[in-house]
């Protein structure tokens, strides 16, 4: 991913840039930790809030990034805007 967000508890969120994607904005966001043998993670957009591909996060952890996703998808989209704008996929 093109933008780091923050590091809480090992876990690394990056995001790329503003796609649009059949007419609509959307961000691609990426949660990462290290685990002994490369990374555990959890991939998804905004604004859905929701994760299509994850591996070695709980059905519990990623509740957790979901609701951590929610409470700074404002942010992000602000930082995204502030970064470029929109890239057509």
Known sequence: MKN?????????LTFSD?????G????T???ERPD????DFAEG???????????????DE????????KNNSFLIWEIAREKGGVTVA
Do not use: Q
């Open 4 to 12: 780091y967000y923050s590091t809480v508890d090992g876990i690394i």
């Open 18 to 22: 503003i796609e649009e994607n059949n």
């Open 36 to 39: 002994g043998h490369g990374f």
């Open 24 to 27: 609509f904005d959307e961000i």
């Open 45 to 59: 957009k905004l604004p859905n809030n929701m994760f299509y591909k994850c591996s070695g996060f709980s059905d």
């Open 62 to 69: 990623l509740l957790e990034l979901e609701m951590y996703l």
């Open 29 to 31: 966001v990426r949660f």
